[in-house]
């Protein structure tokens, strides 16, 4: 049993596309708290972090115009993180979009560096979000989290002292869609990337038997940022940034499942549900029973 601390973070900036800023509400629509206090844990929600509307912003606002509020946000976001680790509780972090991740998972950092340790960082994602400010085609700041926690890009998006995260214990999985500077990052920068390729003919088992068993040896706990985007649209149409030809249903579980069974999960972030497009807030609830499977249920 642990004690969970939810944070929801209805943020929009990050990305082009409105909605994800919904998703904290529709995933505790969908039943969060019931499906944890069925768990066995005790569930303690500190409401959603204050963020300002996309419309309080000039209409012709975009990318980089939104980073100073982002980093504000992530900045609190972060501090909110360390407290709860700091505490010996499990956070659980409901976005918005996935620029959020710079501030949670250098708020894990930072707590465990307190106690000595490091943090591994496992990126359940369609998307590589390794860009940083001068590669980005588009400026959206959700696709630069990674870039930023492994110390890149933009100081404003820096919340530790120096990287929050080592290469050697990130790893990306689930990525089908990279831009070019992406592909650049991600062979200089020295981190792990399992594609869907690598998904497909490895199987995702073997994937994450390997990512797990090399996080242990690098990281004495992990932290995961799962993007609701990698599952495929089939099962999961509402999501900030689709991408055909993700994760089945039951792939997205045995992730969360394996994950579980380390024993070194620390606290987690689920992203970019967008009530906007979803059927019937479908994708809410595969995304309480990813969290679910993240905190102990099982089949048997």
């Known amino acids: 049993m642990s004690l969970i601390d939810l944070f929801g973070v209805p ?10 800023d919904m998703g ?55 501090a909110d993180v360390e407290a709860s680790i700091a505490a010996r509780h499990f956070p659980v972090v409901l976005g918005g979009d996935h620029s959020l991740a710079a501030g949670s998972a250098a708020g894990a950092s930072r707590a465990l560096r307190a106690r000595g340790e490091n943090l591994g960082l496992i990126w359940i994602d369609a998307h590589g979000d390794i860009n940083t400010p001068g590669t980005s085609p588009s400026g959206n700041v959700h696709g630069m989290p990674v870039a930023h926690l492994l110390g890149h890009g933009d100081p404003r998006l820096h919340f530790t002292d120096g990287p929050a995260v080592r290469p050697e214990a990130t790893f990306l999985i689930g990525i089908r869609d990279l831009d070019p500077g992406e592909r650049a990052h991600l062979r200089a920068f020295g981190v792990h990337v399992f594609t869907m390729h690598d998904v497909d003919r490895r199987g995702l088992s073997d994937v994450m038997d390997e990512a797990i068993t090399t996080a242990s040896i690098n990281a004495s706990a992990l932290w995961v940022s799962y993007d609701a985007d990698v599952q495929d649209p089939v099962h999961a149409p509402g999501v900030g940034t689709p991408v055909a030809g ?48 993240a905190l102990g249920k099982r089949i048997l």
């Open 11 to 20: 943020l929009d900036l990050g990305a082009s596309r409105r909605g994800v």
């Open 24 to 78: 904290p509400y529709a995933v505790r629509a969908a039943g969060l708290r019931q499906a944890l206090l069925a768990l066995g844990h005790d569930v303690h929600d500190h409401g959603n972090l204050a963020v300002a509307d996309r419309g309080t912003f000039p209409p012709d606002a975009r990318g980089a115009d939104f980073l100073p509020t982002i980093a504000s946000v992530c900045a609190e976001l972060a």
């Open 246 to 293: 993700g994760l089945s249903w039951r792939e997205g579980h045995l992730v969360m499942e394996m994950i579980a069974d380390s024993g070194r999960l620390v606290g987690l972030d689920l992203v970019e549900v967008n009530p906007i497009l979803d059927v019937s807030n479908r994708t809410a609830e595969l995304a309480v029973g990813l969290i679910a499977s």
